[in-house]
């Protein structure tokens, strides 16, 4: 399975090492385009060019790790397509020409089910995403969670939950199942 992943999944850092870690544990093929990576970027700067300098840090070791997942959009297929959002098309059109069966994406309203049908795409919301994975990956999936709390008790220094970490991360579903 390849999965578009919407700049706003890659950001948070809870959030996308969850999604990366599944990725690396072979569970589907991660995408996304060049202008994804620099919206995270981008949105990054705004807390600070410190937050920036690591953003692009993980942005090179993404790009490293999955040399095969960025996708240039086809400027025919961006060229016919409309969303709600203009400034969207060029995900939409990466998932296209990436040859992507999800979309991963926090917005919704900017990419109607519709349309998204229209292309052979499922839009799925990360919260969703992982916890199915967990019913069909649940050691894969328990073992990059462990990580990835291990990970933020350790930088943070905060004696974090799963079930609140994954709160706070936008992955409620998954926390509450991962507590179990």
Request: hydrophobic share 45%; charged share 25%; glycine share 6%.
């Amino acid at each position: 399975m390849k999965v578009l992943i919407d700049a706003c999944v890659l950001y948070p850092t809870v959030m996308r090492e969850m999604v990366m870690g599944a990725a690396g544990q072979g569970m589907f093929t991660p995408l996304w385009s060049p202008r994804i990576l620099e919206e995270w970027a981008r949105a990054a700067a705004k807390l600070g060019p410190e937050q920036e300098a690591f953003a692009r840090g993980e942005i090179a070791l993404l790009n490293a790790n999955w040399p095969k997942s960025s996708i240039t959009p086809n400027e025919g297929v961006t060229a016919r397509l409309w969303l709600p959002d203009p400034n969207d098309i060029h995900v939409l059109a990466a998932a296209i020409t990436g040859g992507a069966d999800v979309l991963l994406t926090m917005n919704n309203a900017d990419f109607p089910r519709h349309t998204l049908a229209e292309e052979d795409l499922r839009r799925d919301g990360p919260d969703l995403f992982l916890r199915n994975l967990l019913d069909t990956h649940p050691e894969q999936i328990q073992e990059v969670a462990d990580k990835v709390l291990s990970q933020a008790i350790t930088l943070s220094g905060e004696d974090w939950t799963m079930r609140r970490l994954m709160k706070k991360a936008r992955l409620p579903r998954l926390g509450k199942a991962l507590e179990r």
